[in-house]
């Protein structure tokens, strides 16, 4: 798995005009991306990861502060554009594979005691957010 974190100043996600995620105030927007070998046990760490990664201001956590995050499912993180002018997606799982464990980080951030929004999987997102920084990671486990 691999996901893009932005240490965020409020985040939303809406889709056919409807706001279908959002966070406000200091937090993460996470875009999450999974490939084939991608696991269960994968998406936990994730979880783990995302709710204690010390990246909010003054070297905090989500989990120290309580910070909220939207976690986003991302398929083009796995794109591949060293050939050509047209990236690949074949390293990116498919919908059936990839929507199951962009829902496991989720619930097991929400097990941890994260407050989380989401986007809509699959569907035409446009994504607003003010990046604090800026800052942004990667992050694959």
Request: aromatic share 0%; glycine share 14%.
């Given at each position: 798995m691999r996901a893009v974190i932005q240490r965020v100043d409020g985040?939303?996600?809406v889709v056919d005009g409807e706001?279908?995620?959002a966070i406000?105030?200091?937090g993460l927007c996470v875009l999450v991306g999974v490939t084939h070998e991608?696991?269960?046990e994968k998406a936990e760490r994730l979880a783990?990861?995302?709710w204690s990664l010390r990246v909010l201001r003054d070297e905090r956590s989500c989990s120290d502060i309580d910070a909220p995050l939207l976690v986003i499912s991302q398929f083009t993180l796995y794109g591949d554009a060293r050939k050509g002018r047209r990236p690949t997606w074949n390293a990116a799982a498919p919908g059936d594979v990839a929507e199951p464990l962009v829902d496991e980080v989720v619930t097991r951030l929400r097990a941890l005691g994260a407050t989380v929004a989401t986007g809509r999987f699959g569907a035409q997102m446009r994504v607003s957010l003010t990046n604090d920084g800026p800052f942004t990671v990667l992050v694959e486990v």
């Open positions: 985040a939303s996600v706001t279908v995620g406000d105030g200091e991608d696991t269960k783990r990861k995302l």
